[in-house]
């Protein structure tokens, strides 16, 4: 009965022998093989909020647009401030 798992058949001479072993070795694949397949959906699932925002120095030192669209709803317009400060110290507002 625990032969009928076996996926990976040994061939004879036109006849295909089912082991124990191979059955083993294929319920394992697929016990791992599903671990590895609900792990990578939960990660894939997984809500992950980044505080920070990391611009690419290796343009040099030409100057970059960046758009950002941030929403704040508990936070009157007159309470946000942006300051950006590039590699050579300007600080814009």
Known sequence: ???GFDVFI???TNVHVKTISGATISLC???IMMILFISEFVYWRTVRTEDHLVVDKSLGDRDIDIN???YF???SCESALI???TLAA???V
């Open 90 to 92: 300007h600080s814009r």
């Open 68 to 70: 950002l669209s941030i």
């Open 1 to 3: 009965m625990f032969c």
């Open 73 to 75: 709803h508990k936070l």
């Open 10 to 12: 040994k061939k004879k």
């Open 29 to 31: 694949s697929a016990v």
């Open 83 to 85: 300051v950006l400060i």
